[in-house]
């Protein structure tokens, strides 16, 4: 057993220790300043998160069994707070209708077309919220550890770590494949490419194509997976997720747009 998971129980106590230890790890020249602390933490607990991998596989007995329940649950969860946001959203719209106003945002306002004037905030509410979602799921799966559950803290750049053929690999996941700007590119490869395995990943196979660089993500060892091959990694069927998702934000529409 490695020394820091003996701290595994006593979170206070093991970031206590990662915070003595960061001193003895050694910075390599291409790490940037702001990524200095990150490297550190995950150098340190790089051996923690393989032994917890070791011990979840051997207890998560049930994960086959219930997985779909525990998809379900979370897509459910996940439209009764969009539907709780957009209700407000809504009620919002009716309060701001009521008064009497000189200026008005747009023509969309001025005519009080709800739905036309809410569409782009809907749709950014439902993104929003279905990435988080999707980050739910993905911790289903007993090859996922997510730091910020599982250590009690965040780790710049990283959604979640993930257990592949003996492997850790340190993942951002993005809901489709043209979620970053050119900016967000740059930013996504310099945080995957301080670890020695690394993944960018869009949970959806959609969108026109990926808009990080796929030349700097080969160039520093960063795996690109989309979809099906995202999800059959965490031993996920990409298709039942795709199809309850389907469902799911139907549901919404319907709910969103019903008379």
Request: glycine share 2%; charged share 30%.
């Amino acid at each position: 057993m490695s020394y820091l998971y003996s701290y595994r129980h006593n979170l206070t106590q093991l970031l206590e220790e990662i915070n003595l230890q960061k001193p003895s790890i050694k910075i390599p020249t291409f790490v940037t300043h702001d990524l200095v602390d990150t490297y550190q933490i995950c150098r340190l607990i790089d051996d923690f998160i393989f032994e917890y991998f070791q011990e979840n596989r051997k207890t998560d007995t049930d994960i086959a069994d219930n997985r779909d329940q525990k998809i379900d649950d979370a897509l459910d969860e996940f439209q009764s707070k969009v539907v709780e946001k957009i209700l407000k959203e809504k009620q919002d719209f009716k309060n701001i209708s009521l008064k009497k106003k000189k200026g008005f945002k747009n023509i969309f306002e001025f005519a009080q077309c709800e739905n036309l004037y809410l569409s782009n905030k809907y749709v950014n509410l439902i993104s929003e919220s279905l990435g988080h979602t999707l980050e739910e799921i993905a911790s289903i799966s007993s090859q996922v550890f997510v730091p910020e559950k599982i250590l009690n803290f965040k780790i710049k750049g990283v959604d979640l770590v993930v257990f592949n053929q003996g492997i850790i690999k340190y993942t951002q996941l993005k809901t489709k494949k043209d979620t970053l700007t050119g900016s967000q590119s740059d930013r996504s490869i310099n945080e995957l490419k301080i670890h020695p395995n690394s993944v960018f990943a869009a949970a959806l196979d959609m969108g026109n194509s990926w808009t990080i660089s796929k030349t700097k993500a080969k160039e520093n060892n960063i795996e690109l997976l989309a979809g099906q091959a995202f999800w059959s990694m965490l031993d996920l069927d990409y298709e039942t997720i795709l199809n309850k998702l389907k469902m799911t934000v139907r549901k919404i529409e319907k709910e969103l747009y019903q008379v």
